[in-house]
């Protein structure tokens, strides 16, 4: 189709990168991606560099040469939508330079995420904040800590009852420290109990998911989060045991029905990458598991798009559930593809 907008993707060979190339395969809105890399990478194809055997990436976009990240460079190319799965120590200048260029930037990268004028979106949590960059020009919207948008996703159900506070314990994937990412010897038959900065990612980037726009710009939540991160031998999925602390009571069927009838705007247009049901509730004591689960979503293209939340205990105004999503396609690379769909469908891009 002649008509999809043209993209690009930043720091395509890593893991990220790589969820980026899969997810704009065949995409009905977006034409498959020119690919930027580091100067290890250029002039590679992706065949070369592929780390995620799995991934589902056409033959053509696996064989497409990979280009040196230089902003002047992909500043020329004209980009309608520019995907970010840019390194931290490079993505932050570089994203506010092809921004200021008029660029428009989807990034998955942390280093912009808390600036008042960048929108942190889930988009099925707070899709709201995306007025911010309506009106034309340059912009960055960022999606979160991938831990940080699996908690938003078992949340935003029970936002109807309040939420006054937040405990979790993550168990999140390899696949979260990149590839090669943790030494195998340090990750088999272990358990390591911290993870630098995550927690306090945790901390800062949910209260700013459900925060208002004032003035083009986001007030955060007064919700408080307390976090305990550690890194576990699963490859990908990221696994979060919750204790939320509600404003008031609330009976376990309501919940249960908060988190069943759960939809929101991706649904409401139908958009490709979003799931149908975006937070599936599971009945069975031992579920979700990243083996079983990790991948849950439908249809086909949001496969890895749902949040699976299960063990679900009410008592009085204390909710406990364990919520399960893919870190590196619903807790990356496919929540900024999702973003950039609304974006596109309400004539932003």
């Known amino acids: ?52 055997p799995e991934a589902r990436i056409s033959g053509e976009l696996l064989e497409s040469r990979i280009a040196h990240a230089d902003a002047a460079a992909v500043r020329k190319g004209g980009y309608d939508i520019i995907f970010s799965a840019l390194p931290t ?72 009852f309040g939420i006054r506070s937040v405990e979790v314990t993550t168990l999140q994937a390899l696949s979260g ?40 710009t986001v007030k955060s939540a007064s919700m408080e989060v307390n976090a305990t991160c550690t890194r576990v031998p699963v490859r990908e999925g990221h696994t979060e045991s919750v204790t939320a602390v509600l404003d008031s009571s609330a009976s376990a069927d309501a919940v249960a029905a908060a988190f069943t009838n759960f939809r929101s705007l991706p649904q409401e247009l139908s958009l490709p990458t979003a799931p149908t049901v975006p937070v599936i509730l599971t009945q069975e004591n031992g579920r979700p598991q990243p083996l079983l689960d990790v991948n849950a979503g439908e249809p086909e293209r949001a496969r890895g798009m749902a949040a699976t939340v299960g063990r679900l205990r009410v008592a009085g105004n204390t909710v406990r559930f364990v919520v399960l999503t893919h870190n590196t396609i619903r807790g990356a690379a496919g929540g900024s593809v999702l973003n950039a769909e609304i974006v596109h469908r309400q004539g932003g891009v």
Request: some cysteine; aromatic content about 6%.
């Open 89 to 160: 120590k490079i993505a932050g200048d570089m994203e506010l330079e092809l921004a200021a260029a008029g660029c428009r930037v989807f990034t998955n990268a942390s280093p912009n995420r808390m600036r008042r004028d960048v929108p942190l979106v889930v988009p099925e949590v707070n899709h709201d904040h995306l007025s911010i960059v309506k009106g034309g020009g340059g912009f960055i919207v960022a999606n979160g800590n991938c831990s940080a948008i699996g908690l938003a996703m078992g949340l935003k159900p029970l936002q109807q």
């Open 1 to 52: 189709m002649s008509d999809r907008l043209r993209t690009a993707v930043l720091g395509a060979s890593g893991v990220v990168g790589q969820r980026f190339c899969e997810l704009l395969s065949a995409h009905p809105f977006f034409a498959p991606p020119d690919l930027y890399g580091s100067e290890r990478s250029g002039g590679k194809r992706l065949s070369e560099v592929l780390t995620i």
């Open 177 to 216: 420290a990149g590839y090669p990412g943790v030494p195998s010897l340090d990750a088999l038959s272990n358990v390591i109990p911290y993870i630098a900065e995550e927690e306090e990612k945790l901390r800062h980037e949910i209260p700013k998911m459900f925060g208002t726009v004032e003035s083009g």
